[in-house]
Every structure is written in structure tokens, then in C-alpha cells.
């Protein structure tokens, strides 16, 4: 069956990264774009960008410019999402999920139907 | 960036009952409005896309319907596994946003 499935709970110190992956199983990775969404304790969904796992293209949502690398091996079907310069309001849980597509051209709709368990990142001195 | 709002933040009902969430995009968006639930401890699951397409798996008590600027979510008859928190996101522009969520708890 089609499912993503997310590495493993980290816990980090101020400043410093954090790499978490996501590996794909039962359809074609280069078909669809992955997103990178974020949750904060009791907070809402926070979406954090996408890369498209064929060309390697890749988008972020402006607060995150320059602080985060998402990253791909088609080998493996794997994508990976790399924090950089962590603080405390980093701390969430990080989802990818998969950016499903129907329509036809010029009207594409995209909706994430496939999603990760999520992978805890805690930050704390 | 698009602010999508949604009301109520919260609301309370019983088994039965029909439940009707909304969600404003600040300028608008067409069609491009997706609903998502999410119980505690879970990932986010797709309920509607493009506004009132409804996901493969879900139960047809789940509708959604609108376009431009306001959105709705129904639910016709609340049966106790709906209790969860309900996000609309849209898909029109970048940064893709997401709506504060709305909880839906038992009475």
C-alpha cells in the first residue's frame, strides 16, 4: 500500500541541525511532490514547503528561507528535510506528506492524501 | 500570503447532531480548499479537496461546499469517531496555508 514512513524521534541543542527522512513504498516517488508540514504542541499545521523528488526543485514558505535544505534519493525513495540553526520554537512534530494531483491544464488541484506518522523534534539546552 | 480563518475554533455537540465548520481565505481562491482531521496523537487525514471532492475511504456524511472566498465542512450526522480537530487548507498560491483548526468535542 502506498505510505510514507519517517525516521525516528530527535532531540537537539540550540543551534544545532537536524536531518529527518521519509521513504516512500508503494508508488512512484518521482511522480508526486512532497510536502513538509510542521506541529507545534496543541498548535496548528504549519506548512513548511515542498520539493519535487524528479527535478530536485524545491519551495518554502518565506520564514524558513535559508534555514532549511530538502533533499532527495531516488535510489532509496527517500526525501529528507535538513533544520538548520535550531531554537526552542522548532520543537514539533515534522510530517511529510504526499501532494497528490487531479484536474487537468491550466487547473491542477493538489491536496496531500498520503502522510507520514510524523517524526518528533525536540530542542532543549 | 492567503489567511485562511475559520470558525467556530471550537464547538460542542452530541452524536446525531449535523455540524457545519467554516473557513474564509482573505482573497479568493476558487475551488482550491482542502479539509483535514486529525484526532490526537494521529497525522492529518484527507477528508475533501477542491472543495467538495470527497476523498477515496471517507464516509459520505462528510461534505464540503463553496468557492472564492468562504467554505464550508459538514458532517450530516456526528458519529463518535468524528470527534477530532478539522484544519481547511488552500492550495491556490504558496505558501500553501492552513486554517487555526477546529475542534469538535462531545457534549
Known amino acids: 500500500q502506498v505510505q510514507l514512513v519517517q525516521s525516528g524521534a530527535e532531540v537537539k541543542k540550540p543551534g544545532a541541525s537536524v536531518k529527518v527522512s521519509c521513504k516512500a513504498s508503494?508508488?512512484?516517488?518521482?511522480?508526486?511532490?512532497i510536502n513538509w508540514v510542521r506541529q507545534a504542541t496543541g498548535q496548528g499545521l504549519e506548512w513548511m514547503g515542498w520539493m519535487n523528488p524528479n527535478s530536485g526543485n524545491t519551495g518554502f514558505a518565506q520564514k524558513f528561507q535559508g534555514r532549511i535544505t530538502m533533499t532527495r534519493n531516488t535510489s532509496i525513495s527517500t526525501a529528507y528535510i535538513e533544520v538548520s540553526s535550531l531554537r526552542s520554537e522548532d520543537t514539533a512534530v515534522y510530517y511529510c506528506?504526499?501532494?497528490?494531483?487531479?484536474?487537468?491544464?491550466?487547473?491542477?488541484?493538489?491536496?496531500?492524501?498520503?502522510w507520514g506518522k510524523g517524526t518528533t523534534v525536540t530542542v532543549s539546552s | 500570503d492567503i489567511q485562511m480563518t475559520q470558525s467556530p475554533s471550537s464547538l460542542c455537540a452530541s452524536v446525531g447532531d449535523r455540524v457545519i465548520i467554516t473557513c474564509r481565505a482573505s482573497?479568493?481562491?476558487?475551488?482550491?480548499l482542502n479539509w483535514y482531521q486529525q484526532t490526537p496523537g494521529k497525522a492529518p487525514k484527507l477528508l475533501i479537496y477542491?472543495?467538495?471532492g470527497l476523498q477515496s475511504g471517507v464516509p459520505s456524511r462528510f461534505s464540503g461546499s463553496g468557492s472564492g472566498t468562504d467554505f464550508t465542512l459538514t458532517i450530516s450526522s456526528l458519529q463518535p469517531e468524528d470527534f477530532a480537530t478539522y484544519f481547511c487548507q488552500q492550495s491556490h498560491s504558496s505558501p500553501r496555508t492552513f486554517g487555526q483548526g477546529t475542534k469538535v468535542e462531545i457534549k
Open positions: 508503494g508508488y512512484s516517488f518521482s511522480s508526486y511532490d
Open positions: 506528506a504526499r501532494d497528490f494531483w487531479s484536474g487537468y491544464s491550466p487547473y491542477y488541484y493538489y491536496y496531500m492524501d498520503v
Open positions: 477542491a472543495a467538495s
Open positions: 482573497q479568493s481562491i476558487s475551488t482550491y
